[in-house]
């Protein structure tokens, strides 16, 4: 009895949501932090695990979950749910949030004991609206970056016509305009460098 009231008091205070269900898809653990997460505070629990479109779970491309989108369920499966972002769409939630799920199998060695599976909800919003603040940041600079490169580009194709009708001794000519095309090109893998960050 002791251990039980010790472990629900760490879920009670864990940030991070846990779901746990069986193969009849009954509700074994769930969390406060699960119910906060997937906007249900509001709402008597529920005993059984339902598909994802009752949940207000949508992929980031806006559609709905089907029942074989859903992470608990592919666990239940046998299948290890590597995190995943999910959107979720619910009136007690107005300004949505995004939800990264991970799901695993909780293997039972013992035939007769139904197989289970876990459920982690992390909410994600912020970090992937800095994600999001951060690559348009860099797509700006990237654009800001590629206007010189244009003109280095230009300037240079221009000087190698020149070097090439005789106007400039090839021998001196050529190798500058080598080093301009060298550095257009560190100038690109730094702009690239940059966007991959």
Known sequence: AERARLLDAVLETMT???VVIDDEHRVLVRNNAARRLLGLEDTAPADTFDVGSDYGLF????LPLTHGDMPALR???????????????????????????????????????????????????????????????AGVVAHDLFNPL??????AENLESEFA?????????????????????????????????
Do not use: K
């Not at 992929?59 to 806006?62: E, M, W």
């Open 150 to 155: 244009a003109l280095i580009d230009g300037w």
């Open 59 to 62: 992929h980031p491309n806006g």
């Open 75 to 137: 666990a239940l499966a046998g299948e290890d749910v590597e995190p995943q972002d999910f959107h979720l769409r619910v009136p007690s939630v107005p300004l949505g949030r995004v939800v990264e799920l991970t799901a695993r199998p909780l293997d039972g060695h013992d035939p007769s004991v139904p197989r289970r599976a876990m459920v982690n909800l992390r909410d994600v919003t912020l970090d992937r609206q800095h994600r999001d603040t951060l690559a348009s940041f």
């Open 165 to 197: 009708l005789g106007a400039v001794l090839t021998s001196t000519g050529m190798p500058m305009v080598a080093r301009i095309h060298d550095a257009a090109a560190h100038m690109r893998e730094v702009i690239a460098d940059l966007l991959a960050y």
């Open 16 to 18: 991070e949501g846990v």
